[in-house]
C-alpha cells in the first residue's frame, strides 16, 4: 500500500532564507506522481507544485522547487527567499499510476518565516 | 475556474443525529473525494467517487456514505454522528492523472 511520511513536525526560519522540507515515500507502483500542498492559516489546501516519476528534472513552480531522489523515494520540497506569508502547513502526497485516483497525504510540516 | 464548493461552511451537530454534506465542482472533473482533517493530522481519504464508482475505504465503510448525482455534485453523509466525528471534512476533485483541488472545508462540531 502507499505510504507517505514527513518526519519533519515544524521547521523555523528566517525571512529571505531557504528551507527545505523532507518526504518519503512507499510504492509498489513504477510510475506515480508527487505533490505538495499548502494549508493557510484558514484552513484552506492550496496545490503548489508536482513531479511525475518518469520525469527526471527536479519541477519549479515560482519560488517552489523539488528535490526528487528517486533511488531514495525522496521529494523534498524547497522554498527559496521566504517570506512571512510562507508561514503554513505543507503536505506531501503521492498517487499511483495504476487504479491510480488515490491520493495518499503525509502528516505534514509546519512552517515558521520570521522577520 | 479551479473552484471546489463546499456547504455549509460551518455545521453543528447532536451526537446520534444524521449529517449531509454538499460539494460540487464545475470543473468537469472525473473523480471526486471526501477527506477528514482533524488537526495536526494528515488529511485523512474516506472515499471517492471515480465517475460514478464509489470506492470507500476500509476503515471509514460502516461510517460514511456518499452519493454522485451528476459529475458535479457529490454529498457525503454520516447517519449518526459521534463526538470523534467533529473535523474539517474537505471535498476534493480531479481529472485523470491531475493535481487534486481542494475546497475550503465544512467544520463539523458534534456536541
Known amino acids: 500500500a502507499q505510504k507517505v511520511t514527513q518526519t519533519q513536525t515544524s521547521i523555523s526560519v528566517m525571512e529571505k532564507t531557504t528551507v527545505t522540507m523532507d518526504c518519503v515515500y512507499e510504492?509498489?507502483?513504477?510510475?506515480?506522481?508527487l505533490f505538495w500542498y499548502k494549508q493557510t492559516a484558514s484552513g484552506e489546501i492550496v496545490f503548489l507544485i508536482r513531479?511525475?516519476?518518469?520525469?527526471?528534472e527536479n519541477a519549479t513552480v515560482g519560488h517552489y522547487s523539488l528535490n526528487f531522489q528517486k533511488p531514495k523515494s525522496s521529494i523534498g520540497l524547497i522554498i527559496t527567499a521566504t517570506q512571512i506569508e510562507d508561514s503554513a502547513v505543507y503536505f506531501c502526497?503521492?498517487?499511483?499510476?495504476?487504479?491510480?485516483?488515490?491520493?495518499?497525504f503525509g502528516s505534514g510540516t509546519r512552517l515558521l518565516v520570521s522577520p | 475556474d479551479t473552484t471546489v464548493k463546499q456547504n455549509p461552511r460551518y455545521k453543528l451537530a447532536r451526537v446520534g443525529k444524521p449529517v449531509n454534506l454538499i460539494c460540487s465542482q464545475t470543473?468537469?472533473?472525473?473523480?471526486m473525494y471526501w477527506y477528514q482533517k482533524k488537526p495536526n493530522q494528515a488529511p485523512k481519504l474516506l472515499l471517492f467517487?471515480?465517475?460514478?464508482?464509489?470506492?470507500r475505504e476500509a476503515d471509514t465503510f460502516e461510517k460514511f456514505q456518499s452519493s454522485r448525482p451528476n459529475n458535479s455534485f457529490c454529498s457525503l453523509y454520516i447517519g449518526s454522528a459521534g463526538l470523534e466525528y467533529s473535523a474539517m471534512y474537505l471535498c476534493?476533485?480531479?481529472?485523470?492523472?491531475?493535481?487534486?483541488?481542494f475546497g475550503k472545508g465544512t467544520r463539523l462540531t458534534v456536541v
Open positions: 476534493a476533485s480531479s481529472r485523470d492523472q491531475g493535481e487534486v483541488f
Open positions: 510504492t509498489q507502483d513504477s510510475s506515480y506522481f
Open positions: 513531479q511525475d516519476s518518469y520525469k527526471k
Open positions: 502526497a503521492m498517487r499511483e499510476a495504476t487504479g491510480g485516483y488515490k491520493v495518499v
Open positions: 470543473m468537469n472533473h472525473d473523480t
Open positions: 467517487y471515480y465517475d460514478k464508482i464509489l470506492n
